[in-house]
């Protein structure tokens, strides 16, 4: 496949699932241009950033390698993101990539206070819930405050996809515990 040069003006035009996949193939193939393509994820444009920001989640996908340099940033960046897309995306990324030997502290407060927001998007609050137990598996002190957290939430006042997601959870702590004793 050919080399594309300018992601900031396809992602600018008529976008498609399929343009995505190009930019992915080109810079999965020309690892140089990984750079200039994170860097349109903070691009004013909220279109072109938002754009950028799919690539970049599929790409995770292929090479979360070139990811986890960025994990610092990934998080400063996600807390001050206010688009429900980006977020989502930003979520996913991070969800994708080992949790950092060092406890991610202002990551997980963001997940917990997230994840239940009804200010929040379902895809973002089941991605924070989803992103606060995999933390939560690095230090499993934290378990069972996110344990408490999920207990005591009133499930109808969420979506069904936030209440599996809280369900499927608490079934995996409540299984830890089990193996514990």
Known sequence: ME????????LSESLSRKVIDRIVIS?????????????????????????????????????PEWFAPYYEQLIQELLVSSHDGIKR?????????????????????????????????IAVQAL?????????????ELLCELKVYLENVEPEYYSVGVRCTRKNILKRINSLHKKEK
């Open 128 to 140: 924070c819930m989803k992103l606060a137990y995999k933390l939560c598996m690095q230090e499993r």
């Open 89 to 121: 995306l930003r979520l996913s990324i991070l969800y994708q990539l080992p949790v950092t030997e060092t406890f991610p502290v202002t990551l997980f407060d963001y997940c917990i206070n997230h994840m239940l927001s009804p200010g929040e998007s």
């Open 3 to 10: 080399k594309v040069t300018d992601f900031r003006r396809l």
């Open 27 to 63: 810079a999965s193939n020309h690892p140089q241009d990984f750079i200039p393509l994170l860097q349109l994820t903070k691009d004013n444009e909220i279109k072109i950033a938002w754009r950028a920001i799919w690539a970049c989640e599929k790409l995770c996908k292929i090479h």
